[in-house]
């Protein structure tokens, strides 16, 4: 993308604000830690303005590492004791506060590990127990949890959901193109 994708507007909102009020919209999240790296000052900027005390926001300044630096700043900035981590990504705004009730009831139901997954597919965020936030803080690379979500398989339990918006992921202009006046819902 040319331009910063998280900046830009889908449905007439940023994509990482949309994100942010998501999560915020529910009351099980403790917190919402926005890690910024390249554009910091932008993403920041999109977010003013949001007052919820459980918004932080934390700098990367080896996001160009790939995203696992940013998931272990995220999971480094996490409360103690935390005992659940949702990731989500923040080209990735079409998942409902809904979906994410979802898969924290599945990991309080006893979840190690909860993917949202429609028809097979599967997408984010993720819910990953407070148990894997030290693994978390090592991260490097571009593969993100993916790795832990693969070793971990039989801790990974699948929350079949009603709609498949938390599919769409936003990596071109392509993908933009076909969102950015929002998708269709069943």
């Known amino acids: 993308m040319e331009r910063k994708k998280e900046l830009l507007p889908v449905d007439g909102e940023p994509m990482i604000r949309t994100v942010v009020r998501k999560l915020l919209g529910s009351a099980r999240i403790d917190e919402v830690i926005v890690v910024l790296g390249y554009e910091a000052n932008g993403v920041g900027a999109t977010l003013s303005g949001i007052t919820d005390e459980r918004l932080e926001l934390i700098g990367n300044g080896r996001y160009s590492e790939g995203m696992g630096t940013s998931l272990a700043r995220a999971a480094q900035a996490c409360l103690w004791g935390t005992n659940a981590i949702v990731v989500a990504l923040g080209d990735a705004p079409f998942f409902s506060t809904e979906d994410v009730k979802a898969l924290l009831d599945a990991h309080a ?38 790795q832990i979500l693969e070793r971990e398989s039989a801790s990974v339990v699948e929350v079949e959901l009603s709609d498949d918006g938390f599919l769409v992921d936003i990596d071109d202009p392509d993908d933009y193109e076909a969102v950015k006046d929002g998708i269709e819902t069943p």
């Open 109 to 146: 139901g006893g979840a190690a590990i909860a993917v949202p997954v429609f028809q097979g597919r599967r997408g984010h965020p993720v819910v990953l127990d407070g148990s894997f936030r030290e693994e978390l803080e090592g991260l490097t690379g571009d593969t993100g949890a993916r």
